[in-house]
Antibody, heavy 117, light 111 residues
């Protein structure tokens, strides 16, 4: 059964970069025709798509975040990563990783990242 | 403002039927892209309950059903149970934004 797990710092200072990793277990990140995505949810608010990437390196980002987001993949570690630069308090959210095949399933449990000095 | 519009809240008594709407436009739902629904219980990650408009993943009760017409989609829940109390989100793809898009979410309260 495919499982995803997010990891990374829970606290980031304003203007710095947020970096998270999603580790995939129970299947290969480089197999078949799947995309891998990041979605976030600010406290008490709805879901916001951040971006998707295909295992061969092509990626697609939310236009509102595109200038600050990079999603990369490390097939040797069966992981994919998110980097969000120049963060502000508005980037405080629970960050989820998920497999994408038009829909998102399964999801990781999520990790809360707080932007604060 | 979400690209897909959902009512902020719906409610129903145990055993009743409720529906949650998801309204889009000609660049997403109306363009033929699939609509997918997620259930998010308090403090947990979203869970896929309907994919490609009306398909249920294995393990999802048949009390949950989805439909799509024109630029809108709906999630119906019959035989409401207390455990159905959660937030529900619709999701699709928007060709003008080249983006996955989510609805703003609907909080279901079981009275």
């Amino acid at each position: 059964q495919l499982q995803l797990q997010e990891s990374g710092p829970g606290l980031v200072k304003p203007s710095e970069s947020l970096s998270l990793t999603c580790t995939v277990s129970g299947g290969s990140i480089s197999s078949s025709s799947y995309y891998w995505g990041w979605i976030r949810q600010p406290p008490g608010k709805g879901l916001e798509w951040i971006g998707n990437m295909y295992n061969i390196g092509s990626s697609y980002y939310n236009p509102s975040l595109k200038s600050r987001v990079t999603i990369s993949v490390d097939t040797s570690k069966n992981q994919f990563s998110l980097k969000l630069s120049s963060v502000t308090a508005a980037d405080t959210a629970v960050y989820y990783c998920a497999r994408n095949q038009h829909y998102y399933d399964p999801w990781g449990r999520g990790t809360l990242v707080t932007v604060s000095s | 403002q979400s690209v897909l519009t959902q009512p902020p809240s719906v409610s129903g008594a145990p055993g009743q039927r409720v529906t949650i709407s998801c309204t889009g436009s000609t660049s997403n739902i109306g363009a033929g892209y699939g609509v997918h629904w997620y259930q998010q219980l308090p403090g947990t990650a979203p869970k896929l309950i309907i994919y490609d408009n009306s398909n249920r993943p294995s393990g999802v009760p048949d009390r949950f059903s989805g439909s799509k017409s024109g630029t809108s989609a709906s999630l119906a829940i019959t035989g409401l149970q207390a455990e159905d109390e959660a937030d529900y989100y619709c999701q699709s793809y928007d060709s003008s934004l080249n983006s996955s898009v989510f609805g703003g979410g609907t909080k279901l309260t079981v009275l």
